[in-house]
């Protein structure tokens, strides 16, 4: 591993990309000029100086359109290319990501009453969780940058699709967790040949153990909040939506089409602040005609954004997060600045949710849907059905909830709603005995 603590930014850069926005100071950056966040960021751990990746969206319309988007034969985020931080498709790694379903779940729109409702499934990912989007910007990245060690830290998804990417594109990787991560998560980074570091303390101990140990060792770091282009990745989601709603109605479809509304779980805030950028850029290109209103969902024992939006502050203050959910489950947000804006900007809210209705959403979602979620997947399901109680959503409103991961990460979670499975003997009688019992 080679030292060098103020790494040379000399990749490739994106012919689409024309810098880089202090969202604190307003500060602009040439693309290269600075490779993670504001220099007005006045110490670790604090959100300030996120950085805002700014396009040449003139150009980008010329380049692609919603029909040439709707035409290509590419599934994956690689079709969007001209919308990401990438020199070209070809960058992405070779385990494409994205292009996940958006299901129109009959016995869920009955169950609510809600006829338009969609649940977008990013279960289905290669590493079975959302952050594959992000995680492919990353690698990419790295890989145009020559970088020999791409790290993150994570509570567990984030380097799971990191050593996914990482592993299909030849790339060596150091992964910072929390000893605390399901093993499921950790098992996914062995098997990929991550480097794996379980640290003995909170995500928050690991992501600042991560970005020291990336200053100090020369690492790329994926991080979230502090990475400004894993915004990038995840605001694909929102052009995958826009692109799948609009050919529900039209073949061909000239014009995309935002829901009314969008369920996201929330940790850190990076996928509901990549939401509202995919949205955003949207609606700079003329694609959709209004933002759909963002709502974020937080568990009640990890409620920092919301907390930080219920009393209008501009920065949310750390709590001592518990939630059962273990990928929201977040002290200090690190991508608070576009998290807050994503809901504010959009007359959208953050939702709380109790850890029991966290869980126990897993059940609708499976048994009326069909999909099977993660508890912090399932909590955006959970948010949705707080805010119907609450007046948040008409009935004809389209709505979309997205499932963040699946629900094969943490069997143990699931098992706590279903209880354990019965032992039989193998007779007819026993089965008899069992049914009727
Ligand atoms: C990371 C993650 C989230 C939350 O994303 P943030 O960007 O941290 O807000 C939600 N659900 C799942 C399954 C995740 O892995
Ligand atoms: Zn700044």
Redesign the pocket.
Same mark, same amino acid.
Do not use: L, Y
């Given at each position: 591993m080679h030292t060098a603590p103020n790494p040379i930014v000399n990749l490739v850069e994106s012919p689409f990309v024309t810098g880089l926005r202090c969202l604190r100071c307003g500060a602009e950056y040439a693309p290269g000029a600075v490779e993670y966040v504001c220099d007005c960021r006045p110490n670790r751990g604090s959100d300030l100086g996120t950085l805002d990746v700014q396009y040449d969206y003139a150009t980008i319309a010329h380049t692609v359109t919603p029909a040439t988007l709707h035409a290509d034969p590419e599934r994956s985020i690689g079709r969007f290319w001209p919308l990401l931080p990438i020199p070209g498709r070809a960058s992405l790694p070779p385990l494409p990501v994205g292009g996940t379903p958006l299901l129109a779940a009959p016995r869920l729109r009955a169950q609510t009453g809600l006829p338009n409702l969609w649940i977008k499934d990013d279960g289905r990912n290669p590493s079975a969780?959302? /952050?594959d989007r992000a995680s492919a910007i990353a690698v990419a990245r790295a890989q145009a940058a020559g970088r020999d060690i791409v790290a993150t830290a994570s $509570?567990?998804?984030?380097a799971a699709a990191l050593a996914g990417q990482a592993a299909a594109a030849g790339q060596a990787t150091v992964i910072f967790v929390p000893k605390s991560a399901p093993p499921a998560k950790i098992a996914q980074l062995l098997v990929y040949g991550s480097r794996v570091l379980a640290v003995d303390g909170s995500y928050d101990d690991a992501f600042d153990l991560c970005t020291d140990a990336c200053l100090e060792f020369g690492w790329y770091n994926r991080s $979230?909040g502090y990475n400004p282009y894993m915004t990038e990745g /995840?605001k694909t989601v929102a052009f995958e939506i826009a692109l799948q709603l609009a050919e529900q109605h039209d073949a061909a479809p000239a014009q995309l089409v935002a829901p009314d509304a969008v369920f996201?779980?929330? !940790?850190?805030?990076?996928?509901?602040?990549g939401v509202y950028k995919g949205f955003k850029d949207l609606l700079t290109l003329g694609w959709i005609d209004r933002m759909p209103r963002i709502y974020g969902v937080q568990s009640a024992l990890s409620p920092a954004l919301y907390n930080a939006w219920r009393i209008d502050a501009e920065l949310p203050a750390p709590v001592h997060a518990t939630t059962r959910a273990d990928?929201?489950s977040?002290d200090a947000?690190r991508?608070a600045v576009k998290?807050l804006t994503a809901v504010r900007a959009t007359g959208g809210a953050y939702v709380l949710v109790e850890d029991t209705a966290i869980v126990q959403a897993i059940l609708p979602l499976a048994r009326l849907g069909g999909v099977f979620a993660?508890p912090? !997947?399932a $909590?955006a399901y959970a948010g949705l059905l707080h805010a119907q109680q609450t007046g948040l959503i008409a009935a004809h409103e389209t709505v979309v909830v997205i499932n963040?991961?699946s629900g094969l /990460?943490d069997v143990r979670a699931a098992m706590e709603v279903t209880g354990e499975v019965r032992v039989i003997a193998p007779t007819l009688a026993a089965v008899r005995s069992t049914l009727a019992g």
């Open positions: 969780s959302f /952050k $509570t567990g998804n984030a $979230t /995840k996201v779980s929330v !940790g850190d805030g990076c996928i509901i602040g990928s929201i977040v947000p991508d998290a993660e912090a !997947g $909590t963040t991961g /990460k």
